[in-house]
């Protein structure tokens, strides 16, 4: 995928961890809008605003992954190992997070899993809720 501000080399798997923000889509990064529309395929965390998917191709496929107390869960196991296959199949995979993905998302973990298996991960940072909501208020 040659996306402008999303780059990847063709031949080397990669997958694209992606934060959402705070839930708001206008409060989305370029770049993380970018990702969404080349993926083909998206694995959707639960804290995601429903707004945020607009950007998607009607063709992608989005999953599932939520996790939440309390309720059930996706297992994370099962997540590492659908991103894996997916992009050794040759797919566009976003990994799509609430907030950013290396702030308290498992992000870390996902990127070890990934690399161990020759997969390209890139990062996409996007806005922690607590940035947007001092940016909100008007503190500096």
Known sequence: MNTEGVTTINTIPTVY???AGPGDPELLT?????AIRAAT???VDDLVGEGVLRYARKAARIVLVGKRGGCASTPQAFIEKLMAAEALKGERVVRLKGGDPLLFGRGGEEIEHLQALGIRVEVVNGIT?????????GVS
């Open 41 to 43: 395929v998206l694995l």
């Open 30 to 34: 370029l770049k993380a809008v970018r």
């Open 17 to 19: 961890l992606v934060g």
């Open 129 to 137: 809720a607590g940035l947007a909501a001092v940016s909100a208020l």
